[in-house]
């Protein structure tokens, strides 16, 4: 069975930093490109990083990057998200996606097919 | 970057209707585009890719159309399992985006 454990979200202050870690089990992690997804409370999801199989190739979202670094260790199953500058608007669910891919005409589909059950960061003063 | 735009927002209805939902994409994606469900306090389970190819377990009752710009979610006849939060995505280029989901709710 597929699962995604993710840890190290909590409370920490506006400028503040947080590493976020996700340990895979039940499938061959290194065969497979990760991403993480948040939520803010109430609201609906946003796609916030993607990392190749490899990690040779990392994707970011706007309101993020500068500020986000997303890695993996394959020897370690894991995933991580370091996160500095936090901000108010950071605050969310994030979660650890272990993705699918189909190709469509030699193009790669990229879909989200296994998450976790999310870490809460909470930026806050 | 190619934003996605859901309708309705919400949505009622009862058990056994048939529903529909729609995903506008602000530029055409050819069939690069996914759906998703979510229930309160749980993370979104994965249903359909590729606009149209149904996830293995996902009940038949769900069926995703579209191309290019416009695509549709139906659930032929609701069940009570099925209210929840609906979700598109496109898998088409970086930033990879979603809707700002449907609301379904029962009547």
């Known amino acids: 069975e597929v699962q995604l454990v993710e840890s190290g979200g909590g409370l920490v202050q506006p400028g503040g930093s947080l590493r976020l870690s996700c340990v895979a089990s039940g499938f061959t992690f290194s065969s497979y490109s990760v991403t993480w997804v948040r939520q803010a409370p109430g609201k609906g999801l946003e796609w916030v990083s993607y990392i190749s199989s490899r990690g040779d190739t990392i994707n970011y979202a706007e309101s993020v990057k500068g500020r986000f670094t997303s890695s993996r260790d394959n020897a370690r199953n894991s995933l991580y998200l370091q996160m500095s500058s936090l901000r108010d608007e950071d605050t969310a669910v994030y979660y650890c996606?272990?993705?699918?891919?189909?190709?469509?005409?030699?193009?790669?589909?990229?879909?989200?097919?296994?998450w976790g059950q999310g870490t809460l960061v909470t930026v806050s003063s | 970057d190619i934003q996605l735009t859901q309708s309705p927002s919400s949505l009622s209805a009862s058990v056994g209707d048939r529903v529909t939902i729609t995903c506008r994409a602000s530029q055409s994606i050819s069939t690069f585009l996914n759906w998703y469900q979510q229930k309160p306090g749980k993370g979104p389970k994965f249903l359909i890719y590729?606009?149209?190819s149904l996830e293995s377990g996902v009940p038949s009752r769900f069926s995703g159309s579209g191309s290019g710009t416009d695509f549709t979610l139906t659930i032929s006849s609701l069940q009570p399992e099925d209210f929840a939060t609906y979700y598109c995505?496109?898998?088409?280029?970086?930033?990879?985006?979603f809707g700002q989901g449907t609301k379904l709710e029962i009547k």
């Open positions: 996606v272990r993705d699918g891919a189909t190709w469509i005409r030699g193009v790669p589909l990229r879909y989200f097919q296994h």
């Open positions: 995505q496109q898998g088409f280029s970086f930033p990879y985006a």
């Open positions: 590729a606009a149209s």
